[in-house]
């Protein structure tokens, strides 16, 4: 089904909570794969608090590896994300609470995406449905070390390009932290940061093999790698059009200039 996306797997989870039972039974689905399908629940837990409620879905949410776009502990309102994959974007599973013990959860489907309601209504039910009382917040949870994602440079810029067409301000929090190990040919070194290389990758690869690039090379998203101190002589010793492949994490997304920057980088041998 060409053009139509998977929920992600996160969401997928049993539950368990005897909380769940009102989760689910306040389930409801509405829209339909044309205008994008939503989902809506809502729990009631006495002498919950809304800083409580969103402290405690907040650090199941990272337990889960998903990223934490906003968070307001007074205001009751949280949104959160599983990092997209090669079968599914990332979707926001946005969380209010209030004072009474209220907590509302709601996903919206983009159009034309598949999803399948019983599993969705588990997954989102095990995020609100293990909720206990509490007035106060709890600490904030350390997320799980990441492990590098192995992806091509043109591949990881058409990814986070087509999601700043869709909104280039989540962006920063969407891939803040993640760690890439990338793939890709060498377009050049230069100076960067107190001393410091940058390399860049080839934004395409050519259309026939030895011949020049497409001209949508000089347009294209472009993925930039900020080297370690420590990696000055890998970078003396790079030649144009070398295969490499560095390993960094997430630093910014520049879309004016159409550069994706990872920091820290080192050389894969």
Not at 10 to 38: D, H, R
Not at 75 to 87: C, K, N
Not at 90 to 114: E, F, I
Not at 229 to 248: C, E, M, S, V
């Amino acid at each position: 089904m060409k053009g139509k996306f998977l929920v992600p797997l996160v969401l997928l989870i049993p539950s368990l909570s005897a909380v769940a039972g009102q989760c689910e039974t306040n389930f409801v689905k509405k829209g339909n794969m044309i205008t994008g399908t939503e989902y809506f629940t809502s729990v009631q837990v006495s002498g919950l608090s809304a800083a409580s409620a969103i402290g405690q879905v907040r650090n199941a949410g990272i337990a889960r590896n998903m990223v934490v776009l906003d968070e307001d502990l007074n205001a009751g309102t949280l949104v959160l994300e599983e990092p997209s994959t090669a079968m599914s974007r990332p979707l926001p599973l946005q969380v209010t609470a209030d004072n009474s013990g209220t907590v509302t959860a709601s996903l919206k489907l983009r159009k034309a995406s598949v999803g399948h309601t019983e599993e969705i209504k588990k997954g989102i039910c095990e995020m609100i449905g293990s909720l206990k009382p509490g007035k106060t917040a709890p600490s904030r949870a350390a997320a799980p070390k990441p492990l590098p994602t192995v992806i091509d440079a043109p591949r990881l810029a058409r990814e986070i390009e087509a999601q700043a067409k869709e909104n280039a301000a989540v962006v920063a929090d969407r891939y803040k932290g993640r760690v890439y190990t990338v793939k890709g040919s060498n377009a050049g070194v230069s100076d960067g940061k107190n001393g410091r290389y940058y390399v860049t990758f080839q934004a395409t690869t050519s259309l026939i093999p030895g011949m020049a690039g497409s001209d949508r090379e000089l347009f294209a998203t472009r993925v930039r790698c900020l080297l370690q101190p420590n990696q000055k002589a890998y970078a003396l010793t790079l030649r144009a059009n070398d295969r490499i492949q560095l390993t960094g994490t997430f630093d910014e997304y520049n879309d004016t200039d159409f550069v994706v920057e990872l920091k820290d980088c080192v050389g894969v041998k």
